[in-house]
T-cell receptor, first 111, second 113 residues
Framework: QQQVKQSPQSLIVQKGGIPIINCAYENTAFDYFPWYQQFPGKGPALLIA?????SEKKEGRFTISFNKSAKQFSLHIMDSQPGDSATYFC??????????FGKGTTLSVSS | DTGVSQNPRHKITKRGQNVTFRCDPISEHNRLYWYRQTLGQGPEFLTY????????KSRLLSDRFSAERPKGSFSTLEIQRTEQGDSAMYLCASTAGGQQPQHFGDGTRLSIL
C-alpha cells in the first residue's frame, strides 16, 4: 500500500513557467511534509517543508500548498529555470520517524 | 565539507560476496537513517539509529542486512551474500532530532555482477 502518491510522473515546462507537483497521503498521523530535489548521481536535497498547522509556505521561488482536509499537498516552482530540471520527491513522516517518499516527478525546463 | 559523507561512492561486486558501506553523519546529529533507492523510485526506509541504539528496522531489511552505529557517530551497513536484487543506491541521512529535517549524503551505488 503506497502511503504517499505523487503526480505527475514527468513534467515539461518552458522557462518562466510554473510547474505544479501534487502529492496525496493516507496516514492522518503524518505531521511533517518535506519536498526534496535530486540530480542524477546525487542524494536528495531538502527544498522546503511544511507542517499541517500551516496552509502555505514560501521559500524563494518554491511554495508548498497544504490542504489538511483533502490530505493533499503540492509544490509550485515560480519562474522556473533550466537549472530546476531534476527529479522532485514529496515525503511525509510521523513524529520524526522514517520519511515515506512518493515515486518522484521528473521535471524538464526548456529554454 | 560538513555534510553527510558516504563511502564508497560506487561498489561493484559479484553475487554472493559481502559488502560494507560507511556513513559519516553531520557532526552532532544524533539520528541516522539508511534508505535504499532503486532506479525510478523514491528512497525506501531501511533502518534508523538514535545515537548508538537501532530504533526501527523496515521489513525490507532482510537477515542478510545488518547495520551498526558504534559510539553513536559513523554507521556501517553490511549486506551478506549479495543478490542481484540488492543492486540499488544506498542513502544515508542524519538529523539533529526527531522533528528536524533529514539531510542526505550522495549515496553508495551498489552494482551486483
Amino acid at each position: 500500500q503506497q502511503q504517499v502518491k505523487q503526480s505527475p510522473q514527468s513534467l515539461i515546462v518552458q522557462k518562466g513557467g510554473i510547474p505544479i507537483i501534487n502529492c496525496a497521503y493516507e496516514n492522518t498521523a503524518f505531521d511533517y511534509f518535506p519536498w526534496y530535489q535530486q540530480f542524477p548521481g546525487k542524494g536528495p536535497a531538502l527544498l522546503i517543508a511544511i507542517r499541517p498547522d500551516v496552509s502555505e509556505k514560501k521559500e524563494g521561488r518554491f511554495t508548498i500548498s497544504f490542504n489538511k482536509s483533502a490530505k493533499q499537498f503540492s509544490l509550485h516552482i515560480m519562474d522556473s529555470q533550466p537549472g530546476d530540471s531534476a527529479t522532485y520527491f514529496c515525503a511525509a513522516s510521523e513524529a520524526g520517524t522514517a520519511l515515506i517518499f512518493g515515486k518522484g516527478t521528473t521535471l524538464s525546463v526548456s529554454s | 565539507d560538513t555534510g553527510v559523507s558516504q563511502n564508497p561512492r560506487h561498489k561493484i561486486t559479484k553475487r554472493g560476496q559481502n559488502v560494507t558501506f560507511r556513513c559519516d553523519p553531520i557532526s552532532e546529529h544524533n539520528r541516522l537513517y539508511w534508505y535504499r533507492q532503486t532506479l525510478g523510485q523514491g528512497p525506501e526506509f531501511l533502518t534508523y539509529f538514535q545515537n548508538e541504539a537501532q530504533l526501527e528496522k523496515s521489513r525490507l531489511l532482510s537477515d542478510r542486512f545488518s547495520a551498526e552505529r558504534p559510539k553513536g557517530s559513523f554507521s556501517t551497513l553490511e549486506i551478506q551474500r549479495t543478490e542481484q536484487g540488492d543492486s540499488a543506491m544506498y542513502l544515508c541521512a542524519s538529523t539533529a532530532g526527531g522533528q528536524q529535517p533529514q539531510h542526505f549524503g550522495d549515496g553508495t551505488r551498489l552494482s551486483i555482477l
